[in-house]
């Protein structure tokens, strides 16, 4: 992540006044150490279970760049999402986050390509409070429930291993 981007993401998710946890791949720690002085509300961390802290209680949205596996973790985990798609699929699972799916709203970068802080801001507040909240409580009721006994994953699980093992007699 360029320098400008790192530090206008850490100016947004600041100017948020929430507190946030920033994964920043190690790479990056030259464009960090500046930046490390300003930061009040959150923490960085190089690296975390991304899904133990989508589960968590804590956790009011997920600033991503929507890659497939973090748009399903946190789908799953009830998190309303900031999409900041940046290549191949991830534009792809930021439209069916925002427009199908309901749980998320896409952040616009400038023409320079670099998300500004006070988008940042807007779109954290904006799914923080809006209607992105309540259809991701709504996903993750169904995801509970498609993947419990007897619910659609099992059903589907079961169907399955009947159809290769009879096969196989």
Same mark, same amino acid.
């Given at each position: 992540?360029?320098?400008?981007?790192?530090?206008?993401?850490? #100016?947004?998710?600041?100017?948020?006044? =929430?507190?946030?946890?920033?994964?920043?791949?190690?790479?990056?720690?030259?464009?960090?150490?500046?930046?490390?002085?300003?930061?009040?509300?959150?923490?960085?961390?190089? !690296? $975390?279970? #991304?899904?133990?802290?989508?589960?968590?209680?804590?956790?009011?949205?997920?600033?991503?760049? $929507?890659?497939?596996?973090?748009?399903?973790?946190?789908?799953?985990?009830?998190?309303?999402? &900031?999409?900041?798609?940046?290549?191949?699929?991830?534009?792809?699972?930021? !439209?069916?986050?925002?427009?199908?799916? =309901?749980?998320?709203?896409?952040?616009? &970068?400038?023409?320079?390509?670099?998300?500004?802080?006070?988008?940042?801001?807007?779109?954290?507040?904006?799914?923080? #409070?809006?209607?992105? =909240?309540?259809?991701?409580?709504? !996903?993750?009721?169904? &995801?509970?429930?498609?993947?419990?006994?007897?619910?659609?994953?099992?059903?589907?699980?079961?169907?399955?291993?009947?159809?290769?093992?009879?096969?196989?007699?």
């Amino acid at each position: 992540m360029a320098k400008e981007q790192l530090d206008e993401l850490l #100016q947004g998710l600041e100017g948020s006044g =929430r507190p946030y946890l920033c994964v920043v791949r190690k790479d990056n720690k030259a464009e960090l150490a500046e930046a490390e002085s300003r930061i009040k509300n959150g923490m960085v961390v190089e !690296w $975390c279970d #991304q899904v133990r802290v989508l589960s968590h209680a804590a956790v009011g949205c997920f600033v991503t760049h $929507c890659g497939w596996n973090s748009s399903l973790e946190a789908v799953a985990c009830g998190v309303p999402m &900031v999409c900041v798609p940046q290549m191949s699929d991830q534009r792809m699972n930021a !439209w069916l986050v925002e427009c199908e799916w =309901r749980v998320g709203a896409r952040a616009e &970068v400038g023409s320079d390509d670099v998300l500004r802080a006070a988008e940042v801001r807007r779109r954290v507040e904006e799914v923080m #409070q809006g209607d992105a =909240r309540v259809a991701a409580a709504e !996903w993750k009721r169904a &995801v509970v429930e498609a993947l419990g006994k007897d619910g659609s994953s099992d059903h589907n699980l079961r169907a399955f291993m009947e159809c290769i093992t009879s096969d196989v007699q």
